[in-house]
């Protein structure tokens, strides 16, 4: 239980920082923000796809719970340890999907900060509890 208390904080805080930095590039620019869209809804699939769907937790015990769920909607792989593929399209996703709302962010130094505490906090979270 303690895990799936982290495992859902560190998803909340990481979603908390991707909506903050959607919300601002979307007031900055209405097709900015509608491309950082198309980025979360095609990063989400491909890091459940490449990664969370080959975890040995997914059936169930996924402290993320959520993820765990969607990667039974995937098309079926195989667990066991992860490819350079893997981990290649996973760095992508994440890279696009954290990385691309930089620039602006930085246009606005507050939201620049309290992304990055809740991204570190999240993935602290993870690396510590999860």
């Given at each position: 239980?303690k895990?799936?208390?982290?495992?859902?904080?560190?998803?909340?805080?990481?979603?908390?920082?991707?909506?903050?930095?959607?919300?601002f590039m979307?007031?900055?620019?209405?097709?900015?923000g509608?491309?950082?869209?198309?980025?979360?809804?095609?990063?989400?699939p491909?890091?459940?796809?490449?990664y969370c769907?080959?975890?040995?937790?997914?059936?169930?015990a996924?402290?993320?719970?959520?993820?765990?769920?969607l990667?039974?909607?995937?098309p079926?792989?195989?667990?066991g340890?992860?490819?350079?593929?893997?981990?290649?399209?996973?760095a992508?996703?994440?890279?696009?999907?954290?990385?691309f709302?930089?620039?602006?962010l930085?246009?606005?130094?507050?939201l620049?900060?309290l992304y990055?505490?809740l991204?570190?906090?999240?993935?602290?979270?993870?690396?510590?509890?999860?």
């Amino acid at each position: 239980m303690k895990h799936k208390f982290h495992g859902i904080i560190s998803l909340v805080l990481i979603l908390v920082a991707v909506i903050i930095a959607l919300i601002f590039m979307q007031l900055h620019s209405s097709s900015l923000g509608l491309f950082y869209l198309l980025i979360i809804v095609s990063s989400v699939p491909t890091i459940l796809f490449f990664y969370c769907a080959k975890c040995a937790c997914k059936n169930g015990a996924c402290s993320h719970v959520l993820p765990g769920i969607l990667t039974r909607l995937l098309p079926k792989r195989k667990q066991g340890p992860y490819t350079k593929t893997d981990y290649f399209w996973t760095a992508v996703s994440l890279t696009a999907l954290l990385g691309f709302p930089q620039i602006w962010l930085w246009k606005s130094k507050p939201l620049f900060v309290l992304y990055w505490i809740l991204l570190f906090i999240g993935l602290i979270e993870i690396l510590l509890m999860v």
